[in-house]
């Protein structure tokens, strides 16, 4: 069975009630539930924070198991050299995952200092962005 991680930074925890006209009505709890029962055959865990540190120790711990980890990391993907790294270290090969258009929306949105260090990167498809990451890896 293969292990998927995802992995949320900040303020995905509000998703559903937070802007619903840029990240949708879909809660975190409802989409991964989804994802579960969409691929029964695949174990996928979740973890959230809205703390750089606990993030890196999340993608630490699961980054050497895992068979892949999809990643949002929020706003810190356009600030944290210290999530850029932990990407780099680990062996699980990671998606990075964005439900709006980082591209349609403020500069400095626009450039991500994670996905030169990412194997893949979905982009502005709202919340089925997790459903292709988590295919990416099947």
Known sequence: MKRIEIIN?????????????VYGCTTMDEMVA???????DVEIGY?????????IDRLQSVGFEADGI???????????????????AVTAPVVEVHISNIYAREEFRRHSLLSEVCRGVVCGLGIDGYRYAVMSFL
């Not at 973890?47 to 993030?55: C, K, P």
């Not at 999809?70 to 790294?85: F, K, W």
Request: charged share 20%; hydrophobic share 30%.
């Open 9 to 21: 930074g900040p303020n995905l925890n509000l998703t559903g009630r937070r802007e619903p006209e």
């Open 34 to 40: 989804g994802l579960r029962g969409q691929f029964p």
């Open 47 to 55: 973890y959230q924070s809205n703390v750089e540190g606990e993030i």
């Open 70 to 88: 999809v990643l949002n990391a929020g706003g810190y993907s356009h600030t944290s050299v210290a999530i850029r790294d932990a990407v780099a």
